[in-house]
């Protein structure tokens, strides 16, 4: 799972053993996205969410963070957008049609 944080308008993070950063002014768009998984296991079952956040760069380029929990995706959300006020964030259509 994703260890991002975003300091002096960069978004940091670790992709394998490289030590990667991303402007926020480099951003085009950014969303969440939330995908439930159901587990079955000998003595029952549970549900639990995966929170990703998407962010397309202006050149086209896709970045990835994955989150155990939607609340930490929303955090990050939160501190891209505190970075940057006017990206746009949220997948609606005219952001979807924008920029796919």
């Keep these: 799972m994703a260890k991002v944080t975003v300091t002096d308008g960069k978004i940091q993070y670790r992709k394998f053993l490289t030590a990667c ?12 996205q939330q995908e439930d998984v159901s587990a079955k296991m ?7 969410e995966i929170g990703r956040v998407i962010v397309l760069e202006r050149n086209g380029k896709k970045e990835v963070f994955q989150f155990e929990s939607m609340q930490e995706a929303r955090e990050l959300l939160a501190k891209i957008q505190e ?9 609606t259509d005219e952001n979807r049609k924008r920029f796919e």
């Excluded at 950063?21 to 969440?32: G, K, N, Q, R, S």
């Excluded at 000998?42 to 639990?48: E, L, Q, V």
């Excluded at 970075?83 to 997948?91: C, K, Q, R």
């Design 21 to 32: 950063e991303l402007p926020v002014t480099d951003l085009a768009w950014a969303y969440l």
């Design 42 to 48: 000998c003595c029952g079952s549970f549900n639990a």
């Design 83 to 91: 970075a940057n006020p006017d990206l746009p964030i949220g997948y």
